[in-house]
């Protein structure tokens, strides 16, 4: 089992350290005090309970029990503490915990009446742990301004943001934001790379049915903003997908705002929480109507070990499950294939159907407006997709090779039989055919190792 708090670190305006952004609020790691004298992240790391969710994860086992079974942030996959290299690949600043909205699933009223001390960040506190980092010489990957509360209702977050430049000026920030406010005002100039706004529908009458309180139209005034005085910024609309939001008529028209807004991404996000969307599942997240050229989607943690029934996934797979064989992916031949691999391959249950959920990925070189994919079980195509989920652009500059694209996809179909514990992934393109094989008893695949076999195949196992 892995939890993301084994590489990140949460910081609560009043220095407790929770157990991530979940049901694990509830547990508090430690604290650090909001004081002159300097801070060693790594001794912080020593402590009991940093001891104790090391050694559970060691042993492949749950530190805090059937709380780490209701946490969206334990995932069934080999766990990695990036900790203790000094590396945290998150760094979570929650500046406030006050917000405007009253969202039905979110904690926010009940940590307002359960936390004591400080509920404004204060920059002595954030200084204190940026210098402790970086005096020890630990890596951060991206800060993420993000709590129960709302990053911008911080009277100072603009200064938060150039303190924490000046520390690490070459770190990545996010801010994730309900999008209520005056964009102008709030940031003050402040630059930060991304902004993510939870804007879950187009039409007034249903946002305000899971944002209680919040004005669409405001929101619509701030990415808009946004995009005009900080045109770097990449703006991410993020879209719940629920039953009153889900219909293709809103769908689009929030794509074409989002163009018309200057947003850079369209993540619509599928959950597992009260309200979820019956239309569209982890099965058929695919078929969204597409209008946005950067599209994507994305499953709500939760969603990967929760099936839309509600019910526990089945994390092992029965021998006897021998039938269908997932005979190939099929990419048309008029790209440049450079590899591919498949990220998960499980199976979930909607209104008591089964389905087969194949996640992968694609580098490739050529244009990436269409990239038709086709799945295939016993020789028969069962499913096709025209455009890619995500499309990661920051491939071309690493790779040093104009028009290389990393794609992700997701295909599914509906089970009619059992499935094997083979399965092969089969890629046609102008430079060849390559071939993958997953072999292995889980449901739940990570990323597969990819070693040359002396045929030149490209050949991989289940880790």
Request: net charge positive; with cysteine.
């Amino acid at each position: 089992m892995h939890c993301d708090i084994l590489d990140s670190f949460y910081l609560k305006p009043n220095g407790e350290v929770p157990c991530e952004d979940d049901i694990g609020e509830c547990i508090t790691l430690g604290i650090v005090a909001d004081s002159s004298e300097s801070w060693s992240p790594s001794r912080f790391f020593q402590n009991e309970k940093y001891q104790k969710l090391i050694s559970a994860a060691e042993r492949n086992d749950l530190p805090w029990g059937d709380i780490c079974r209701k946490c969206a942030h334990m995932q069934p996959r080999e766990w990695k503490s990036r900790l203790l290299k000094r590396r945290i690949r998150k760094l979570q600043l929650e500046p406030t915990m006050l917000c405007t909205l009253r969202c039905p699933a979110c904690g926010n009223r009940d940590q307002l009446k359960l936390r004591g001390g400080e509920r404004t960040m204060t920059s002595s506190l954030l200084e204190r742990v940026l210098r402790g980092f970086r005096e020890e010489r630990y890596r951060i990957d991206y800060v993420e301004w993000a709590g129960q509360g709302d990053p911008l209702l911080h009277p100072r977050i603009s200064e938060l943001v150039e303190l924490v430049r000046s520390y690490f000026p070459k770190t990545l920030q996010r801010v994730i934001t309900n999008g209520n406010y005056d964009f102008k005002k709030t940031m003050k100039g402040a630059f930060v790379e991304n902004i993510v706004v939870s804007c879950d529908g187009a039409i007034q009458e249903n946002y305000e049915q899971y944002r209680i309180r919040g004005d669409v139209r405001k929101v619509f005034r701030f990415m808009k903003n946004a995009h005009a005085y900080s045109p770097k910024t990449k703006i991410i609309w993020k879209y719940i997908l629920f039953e009153f939001n889900d219909t293709d008529r809103e769908i689009i028209l929030a794509q074409r705002i989002a163009k018309a807004c200057g947003v850079g991404e369209m993540r619509f996000v599928v959950t597992a929480t009260k309200f979820r969307s019956e239309r569209f599942h982890l099965a058929n997240a695919h078929e969204l109507p597409v209008r946005h050229p950067r599209l994507s989607v994305r499953l709500n943690p939760l969603v990967s070990r929760i099936d839309q029934m509600g019910k526990p996934m089945r994390q092992s797979m029965p021998r006897r499950f021998q039938a269908f064989a997932l005979h190939a992916y099929r990419l048309l031949p008029t790209r440049l294939l450079l590899g591919s691999g498949f990220d998960r391959v499980f199976t979930t249950e909607h209104n008591h159907t089964n389905h087969l959920v194949v996640e992968a990925w694609v580098l490739f070189v050529g244009s990436r407006r269409r990239l038709p994919v086709e799945l295939f079980l016993e020789g028969q195509r069962v499913a096709r997709q025209e455009r890619p989920l995500e499309c990661q652009n920051a491939i071309e500059r690493m790779l040093k090779i104009t028009g290389c694209h990393l794609c992700r996809f997701r295909l599914s179909c509906e089970l009619k039989a059992a499935l094997p514990l083979n399965v092969r992934l089969l890629i046609r393109s102008e430079s060849g055919v390559k071939v993958q094989t997953l072999v292995g008893g889980m449901i739940v695949f990570t990323k597969s190792l990819v070693s040359r076999s002396p045929k030149g195949k490209l050949v991989g196992q289940a880790s």
